[in-house]
């Protein structure tokens, strides 16, 4: 039985996407520095026990300490500045995955004479001299009669109010006394204002037995409250930490201690107490504590701590591992290659996977599927691998600092299509490769270049594209691609490919706090009709409350609007929770939410991204359809007038009809110019009229009479038909 247009349009102009239908900084002292849930199937576990947490408990040196310190800290910075001597020169605290000197050891540098001196807690130094590496810039080589191997491995790298690298510290418990070199952290400025500690963080460690054994430690963990709380998730899984089991979440008390350490008390239970400094290092805020007490002088510790991100840019880190190795590391968003020296002087070069772990965004897996499995976190300033709890990489750990950004864009990044999946965008803009993949790792791969015609675009290579003219195609921007790709098309059997648009990002709001504000809504969906696909709009709002706790979903024709006085539009309040993914953000019921969201920051602005297979009842006679469905949104921040809110702006844009081809839009028209895959280009011209309560949204006409929905942030523009039409969706990226 043939289904009509009116019958189609009239049951689902309002179940497009609402509820009711149902359905799947800072560096100075002037800014408070002094000067879901992811199993591993190795069997990881997090290393925890009276001794460890004991061991965590770093001796915090006296407030005479402290003030002696600072003074001679502040007097050599002084003698410095007036002798117009190096700045790198000075002294830091030293953190080495050792584990045994902690804060009790501090590193006297001096560019000038080109000599060091390490000196512990109890008043005993080694010194000597180091040269830069000539093979390698930047690189700094110790000179020490500790070294005895082939190669020289303990050297170092600097950034400001840091050093990174490796020195032949003292073996614990070696009787005779020998020496190894190993990884160490030193820094000099520290946050010392409580409310620039808040943050979400990944911390990863080890630790050293007397015994000889070694451990692995990998955690999440959360400061909140200006500085004030401390929780932390000790788990045999990586949870979220808005995720954890309730038995495996620790709440602390946190308090200052001398010399810029962090004191940290289990509130449920006093005696589990810990220490810590947060260092300043490029701008990033870095965890470091350390060292053993007399409550556990049997383990010796070592953590470093990052804060939470999705970014995992291509960059090249170059430092040290507990093997005694020195040399760089590429990460990307598919792999880790390290190039390394042993001391043996042994040479290689090594590759191997990353993938995510369902848990914190910012914690990889590397070579999951492989014998010695690692998890790995960076920041852009630094980045960390510690081995899993498994006899072949437990107790390791490598520690590299920055060296270069090799492409910025390249990296990992999650699709929207509009063919309703998401996927995973992988791209390398140094070798101009791609892989895009299905969940489950149904991927495509291939190579791209940029249009010679047109720079700033680029043209996908696809063994899927048959037409005249290759309409896959892409720009980039700050986190963010938008473009066309042969996607299936929906429901297509057998399978079908076509150019859809997408839209591509990787930087996404993890904080409740985040998610807040008015967002302006456009879904669109494609059904497989019985008679023709039909392409269907409808643009409603959804509020975010200030606590991201509630959001109320607002549809009332064209002119939807959560903010207009008078009769109440149609709307629903819905719940959110943290989805198994981080980043993902569910509306409604948690078990069988009506949206699963993700809030994606793009040039500075909020954009509500979804895409899914759905389904939409139909009247007449009844039944369910299935459809493909992309929800975008744009957050508002609103200023002035109507026109003030609608920019002029000149853009590329990708559409469901295959094309790809650009686009302008002033406050009265929008305009865009593109081609098919058959060869020919094509016009079209709207007429904008502004849509009341929402300033960024227009209601375009065509000649034909045709209306449409237009919805822009000055960065990203989204076109639909409001009706069904020819015509189809058009994603735009301002140039």
């Given at each position: ?176 006394v020998g020496y190894q070199v190993m990884p160490f952290v030193a820094a000099r400025a520290f946050v010392a204002d409580p409310s620039q500690l808040d943050g979400t ?11 000889g054994t070694s451990d692995s430690q990998i955690l999440p963990m959360r400061i909140s409250g200006g500085g004030q709380t401390l929780e932390m998730c000790f788990d ?500």
């Amino acid at each position: 039985m043939k289904t009509t247009f009116a019958a189609l349009w009239s049951a689902v102009v309002l179940c497009l996407g609402l509820t009711a239908c149902g359905g799947g900084g800072g560096s100075d002292g002037g800014n408070g520095i002094a000067a879901p849930v992811a199993a591993d199937a190795s069997g990881f576990a997090l290393s925890d026990s009276p001794a460890l947490r004991a061991a965590d408990a770093e001796e915090a040196p006296s407030l005479t300490a402290q003030t002696a310190t600072s003074a001679a800290l502040n007097a050599q910075a002084i003698t410095a500045r007036l002798n117009a001597a190096d700045p790198r020169n000075g002294v830091y605290y030293v953190y080495a995955a050792d584990g045994t000197n902690g804060t009790r050891q501090k590193l006297g540098v001096n560019f000038d004479t080109k000599s060091y001196t390490l000196t512990d807690s109890q008043g005993r130094a080694t010194s000597g001299t180091f040269s830069e590496d000539a093979a390698e810039p930047g690189t700094y080589v110790f000179a020490s009669d500790r070294i005895t191997s082939t190669v020289n491995t303990a050297r170092f790298r600097l950034t400001p109010d840091a050093i990174v690298g490796a020195f032949p510290f003292e073996k614990p418990w070696s009787n005779p006394v020998g020496y190894q070199v190993m990884p160490f952290v030193a820094a000099r400025a520290f946050v010392a204002d409580p409310s620039q500690l808040d943050g979400t963080y990944n911390r990863f460690g080890v630790s050293r037995n007397s015994d000889g054994t070694s451990d692995s430690q990998i955690l999440p963990m959360r400061i909140s409250g200006g500085g004030q709380t401390l929780e932390m998730c000790f788990d045999n899984a990586i949870y979220r930490i808005e995720s954890c089991p309730v038995g495996s979440k620790r709440t602390y008390a946190v308090t200052a201690s001398p010399d810029f350490v962090w004191t940290a008390i289990n509130i449920a239970t006093p005696s589990d107490l810990l220490q810590f400094r947060m260092a300043r290092i490029g701008g990033e805020n870095v965890w470091l504590s350390g060292g053993y007490t007399d409550a556990a002088p049997n383990v010796h510790v070592f953590r470093v701590g990052l804060k939470d991100t999705a970014s995992w840019p291509k960059i090249r880190y170059v430092g040290a591992s507990t093997e005694g190795s020195w040399g760089t590391n590429v990460f990307d968003a598919a792999t880790s290659m390290r190039t390394a020296v042993t001391p043996e002087g042994a040479t290689g070069e090594l590759t191997l996977p990353f993938a995510a772990i369902g848990g914190p965004q910012g914690i990889r897996s590397l070579n999951a599927t492989g014998q010695k499995k690692y998890y790995a976190i960076q920041n852009g300033v630094l980045s960390v691998i510690v081995g899993t709890r498994n006899p072949d990489t437990q107790g390791y750990i490598q520690v590299n600092l920055f060296k270069d950004v090799l492409d910025a864009r390249s990296g990992q990044y999650t699709v929207f299509a509009a063919n309703g999946t998401e996927q995973t965008l992988d791209i390398d803009f140094e070798t101009q490769r791609y892989s895009m993949a299905l969940p489950g790792g149904n991927a495509v791969t291939g190579t791209f270049s940029e249009d010679a015609n047109d720079r700033g675009t680029y043209i996908f290579a696809s063994g899927r594209i048959a037409a005249v003219t290759n309409t896959a195609r892409f720009r980039t921007t700050t986190d963010a691609i938008v473009g066309a790709f042969p996607f299936a098309v929906f429901k297509s059997e057998p399978i079908v490919y076509a150019m859809q648009p997408f839209i591509a990002a990787r930087s996404f709001v993890t904080e409740r706090s985040q998610l807040a504000g008015l967002y302006d809504v456009l879904v669109t969906s494609k059904l497989a009709t019985p008679d023709t696909p039909l392409q269907l709009a409808a643009a409603w709002q959804l509020k975010i409350d200030a606590s991201g706790t509630l959001a109320t979903q607002c549809y009332s024709g064209a002119s939807s609007n959560c903010q207009q006085p008078g009769t109440p539009p149609l709307s629903y309040d819905l719940s959110i929770s943290p989805g198994a993914s981080s980043g993902v953000w569910l509306l409604g019921d948690k078990e069988k939410p009506s949206f699963a969201i993700r809030i994606a920051k793009i040039g500075g602005k909020q954009i509500l991204l979804e895409s899914k297979e759905t389904s939409v009842p139909i009247i007449g006679p009844p039944h369910v359809m299935p459809a493909s469905m992309l929800l975008t949104g744009l957050a508002q921040s609103l200023s002035g007038s109507s026109d003030a809110n609608w920019p002029a702006l000149k853009m590329h844009s990708a559409s469901t009809m295959s094309s790809f081809g650009t686009a302008v839009t002033d406050t009265t028209s929008y305009a865009t110019r593109y081609v098919l895959p058959g060869g020919p280009s094509t016009e079209l011209t709207l007429t904008l009229q502004p849509v009341p309560g929402n300033p960024q949204m227009r209601q375009g006409l065509d000649s034909s009479g045709n209306k449409y929905f237009l919805l822009q942030n000055g960065a990203i523009l989204f076109m639909a038909p409001e009706y069904p039409a020819t015509t189809y969706l058009h994603i735009g990226l301002a140039d």
